[in-house]
C-alpha cells in the first residue's frame, strides 16, 4: 500500500475498545460516554480486518484501546494475530495501561508479543491517582514487572504534563535504566474536550530535553520502531529516550501507519478527520477479500501529508471532537 506521497503503509494501529478502567484527565473526560456494544467490531471481524491488512502489506500490528486488555475475550484475537507471525507479519505488539498486566503478561508472551508499551506518566501515588482520576499505582506497577518476568521488553509512555510531572521526568529516566525499560515521553496532544485547561497541559518537549541534557549524556541514534518517536541513547543507563512532539515538530514526514478503530473506522491520520467506513463494507451481504482490499486502498489514496495540531486558544478547543481512546493512541 502506497499512499500519495510514496510512503509504503505497513503498520496498522488496531483499538480493540474505546473503553478504560482509568480516566487519565489528558484522554478522557471524566463522566466519559461509551460506545454501545452493538457498534463494536466483533472480535472475529476485528481479525478478519486485520488479516486483509496483513495480505496488502502491513508487518506491524499494534493493539491498543481505550485499554485494550478491558475486552473481553482479547486473548483469542491476540492468539490468532500471533499465529500470523512469520507468515506475513512481522510484529505483534500492544499498548496498555498496565493495570490487568499481572493476569495476562504470560499469556501474551506465549501469543507471540515480544515488547509492549505501557503508559505511566509518574512514580509518585498521590500523582498517579490524580492524574488517572482513581488508579492504583501498585497495579500499574505489578503488572509492569509481571510483564518483565515474562520477557517481555517494556517501554514506558509518559505525557509530559506542565506542572504536573515535569519535576519527575528525570527520575523517570533513572527509574527506567534501573529496570532495564526504554521511555518515551509525549507531548499532549489536543484530541477530545476534557475538563481543564489544555494551554495549561501543555509542556514542549524541546524544553524537557534541554533540562534532562544538563544531567544525561543523550547519544543520537538511528534506532526506529516504526512508531514517530525519536530516539537518542541514554549513555549512563545504556538505554533508549523517545520524544514524540506533535505540536513542536511535524513528525509526519515519514508516516507509514494507520489506525482502525474498534468500530471499523480506519483514520488516515490521527490529526485529521477524514475516515473510511469498513465496517460497512465488512457488514455489506457477499463481501470479500476484494472488496475489503478495494475500500481499504481507495482509503489509503486519501491519506494526507501530515496533520495539523492546533489548540483553539480562543475558546481553548481541542484541535479534534473525537477523544484519543476512540481512534486508538
Not at 500492544?94 to 512514580?123: C, H, M, P, Q
Not at 526506529?224 to 523517545?242: C, K, M, N, S
Amino acid at each position: 500500500m502506497i499512499d500519495p506521497f510514496g510512503r509504503a503503509i505497513t503498520y496498522l494501529r488496531v483499538s480493540v475498545t474505546d473503553r478504560c478502567d482509568l480516566r487519565c484527565v489528558y484522554c478522557m473526560a471524566e463522566d466519559m460516554s461509551f460506545l454501545p456494544k452493538a457498534e463494536l467490531l466483533t472480535l472475529e471481524e476485528l481479525d478478519r480486518l486485520c488479516g486483509v491488512f496483513i495480505r496488502l502489506g502491513v508487518r506491524k500490528l499494534r493493539l491498543t484501546g481505550g485499554e485494550p486488555l478491558v475486552r473481553r475475550g482479547l486473548m483469542t484475537l491476540v492468539q490468532s494475530l500471533g499465529a500470523r507471525l512469520g507468515q506475513g507479519l512481522d510484529e505483534l505488539t500492544l499498548t496498555t495501561n498496565g493495570t490487568l498486566l499481572a493476569k495476562y503478561a504470560t499469556e501474551l508472551a506465549a501469543a507471540g508479543i515480544r515488547r509492549i508499551n505501557v503508559s505511566l506518566d509518574t512514580l509518585d501515588a498521590g500523582k498517579f491517582a490524580e492524574i488517572t482520576r482513581w488508579g492504583k499505582i501498585e497495579k500499574t506497577l505489578d503488572g509492569i514487572f509481571a510483564a518483565k518476568a515474562a520477557g517481555l521488553a517494556i517501554k514506558i509512555n509518559t505525557v509530559a504534563l506542565k506542572g504536573v510531572n515535569e519535576d519527575e521526568l528525570d527520575t523517570l529516566l533513572a527509574w527506567c535504566g534501573t529496570h532495564g525499560f526504554d521511555l518515551c515521553l509525549i507531548e499532549t496532544m489536543p484530541l477530545g474536550e476534557i475538563s481543564g485547561d489544555r494551554l495549561e497541559q501543555y509542556l514542549p518537549l524541546s524544553l524537557v530535553r534541554a533540562r534532562l541534557k544538563t544531567r544525561w549524556t543523550l547519544d543520537p541514534t538511528d534506532y526506529q520502531t516504526g512508531g514517530p518517536a525519536r530516539y537518542v541513547t541514554v549513555r549512563e543507563t545504556g538505554r533508549r529516550l523517545g520524544f514524540i512532539t506533535p505540536m513542536t515538530h511535524n513528525f509526519c514526514e515519514s508516516c507509514n501507519r494507520v489506525r482502525l478503530t474498534c468500530t471499523g473506522m480506519l483514520y488516515m491520520c490521527l490529526g485529521q478527520d477524514d475516515q473510511a467506513d469498513l465496517r460497512r463494507t465488512l457488514r455489506a451481504p457477499g463481501a470479500g477479500e476484494a472488496e475489503l482490499a478495494d475500500a481499504i486502498g481507495e482509503a489509503i489514496l486519501r491519506k494526507p501529508r501530515g496533520h495539523d495540531f492546533v489548540i483553539d486558544r480562543r475558546r481553548n478547543r481541542p484541535a479534534l471532537a473525537r477523544h484519543m481512546s476512540v481512534t486508538g493512541g
